[in-house]
């Protein structure tokens, strides 16, 4: 069975500051990645996913195979990106698109 | 854009009472799922769908069930509410077919239980 990991409950950094949101995984298989991003009041809405390998408002995630990780990483943090963020692993196979979710970090970032 | 209609934001029910969520998409998408939120936790996964009428258990199914009479539709059913059941819950769809689809989200419901 697959298991997503995120240590950190709470995340505070000031506007400006880089900030590195972790996420660990474990699963046999080869895994597709995402990171969900749900800001106040607002639905949980897809940020990025680690085979598009794009920047999304300036985040970007690299999967690490080695390390079976995923870290979200953002060069300068804005007010705006304080959000509750959730990794999640999707497994291959007939998977019927499940996805196992991460504990989920809340991101504050302060002005 | 994907929609994903939940019918409540917020719902309070008592003790022992069948409680119904609903809800709706509109991307013809086959695979549905519900999940509960809870603080610390994450999302956990109650049941999922991937066709008309076929469910598959989640992670913590006890105390649920599900309906998908229509492709469109995916009920939630609690079928004796207890206090431990108390959660936002959220839904949400997938296309199925080749490579693997991110899931779109409603805006979940926070279900009370007194």
């Known amino acids: 069975a697959q298991r997503v990991t995120q240590p950190e409950k709470l995340l505070s950094v000031f506007k400006g500051a880089p900030v590195e949101l972790k996420c660990n995984y474990s699963?046999?298989?080869?895994?597709?990645l995402f990171w969900y991003v749900q800001y106040s009041r607002q639905r949980l809405q897809l940020l990025l996913r680690?085979?598009s390998r794009e920047s999304i408002k300036g985040f970007t995630a690299d999967l690490n195979k080695g390390e079976t990780s995923f870290h979200l990483k953002k060069p300068f943090a804005q007010e705006e990106d304080s959000a509750m963020y959730y990794c999640?692993?999707?497994?291959?196979?007939?998977?019927?698109?499940?996805?196992?979710f991460g504990q989920g970090t809340i991101l504050t970032v302060h002005p | 854009d994907v929609k994903v209609t939940q019918s409540s934001r917020y719902l309070v029910k008592r003790t022992g009472e069948k409680v119904f969520l609903e809800c709706v998409q509109d991307?013809?998408?086959?695979?549905m799922f519900w999940y509960r939120q809870d603080p610390g936790l994450g999302l956990r996964l109650i049941y999922f769908?991937?066709?008309?009428?076929?469910?598959e258990k989640g992670d913590i199914p006890e105390g649920y069930s599900v309906s998908r009479e229509k492709k469109e539709r995916f009920s939630l059913i609690l079928e004796s509410a207890s206090t431990n059941q108390t959660s936002m819950y959220l839904c949400?769809?997938?296309?199925?077919?080749?490579?693997?689809?991110?899931?779109?989200f409603g805006d979940g419901t926070r279900l009370s239980i007194l």
């Open positions: 949400a769809s997938s296309l199925s077919g080749g490579g693997r689809q991110p899931q779109h």
């Open positions: 699963y046999s298989g080869s895994p597709e």
């Open positions: 680690h085979i």
């Open positions: 999640a692993l999707m497994a291959g196979g007939t998977s019927y698109g499940k996805l196992t």
């Open positions: 991307m013809d998408h086959e695979n």
């Open positions: 769908s991937y066709d008309v009428k076929m469910k």
